[in-house]
C-alpha cells in the first residue's frame, strides 16, 4: 500500500485546493447574499471533498505510521479545527457581510499556516523558515 503514498499525497493536495476554491466562493456568496448558497449542489459538495480530504489525510498518516502525532501534523489539525470554526462564521454565522469578510479572510490565512505546516514538516509553518 505505501507504494500509492505518491497518489493519495498527491489527491490530498488537490482535496486541499479545490477545498479551498469552493469555501472562497461560498465566502464570496455569502457576503453578498447570493441565494446560489442554497442551493443543494453548493451545501453538500463542501462534505463531499472535506471528507475525501480527513480520509486521505488519515490514510497517509496510518501508512506512515505517525502514532503519535508528531508536533507538525497536530499543528495542522487544531488550525484545521480553527480554519472549520471560521469557515462557519464567514459562510453561515457571520451576523453581518464585514464579519463574514472578516472570518473569511482568517480562515484564508490559517489555510496557508496549514500548508506551511504541511510543507515545512514543522509546527512553526512558514515561519520555521526565518
Known sequence: MLEHYPLLKHLHITAAYAS???????????????????TSWVKITPHLLDTLLLTLGVTMAALLSLWPLPGWLSAK???????????????????????????????????????????QHHPGSWFSLL
Do not use: M
Not at 20 to 38: E, K, Y
Not at 106 to 114: D, E, G, R, S, T
Open 20 to 38: 479551498l476554491a469552493f469555501f472562497v466562493l461560498r465566502a464570496i456568496w455569502s457576503i453578498r447574499g447570493n441565494s446560489l448558497l442554497q
Open 77 to 119: 489539525l487544531v488550525g484545521l479545527i480553527i480554519y472549520i470554526l471560521l469557515g462557519t462564521v464567514a459562510i453561515k454565522r457571520g451576523s453581518t457581510p464585514r464579519i463574514r469578510l472578516i472570518a473569511a479572510f482568517l480562515a484564508v490565512l490559517i489555510f496557508i499556516y496549514i500548508l506551511g505546516s504541511a510543507h
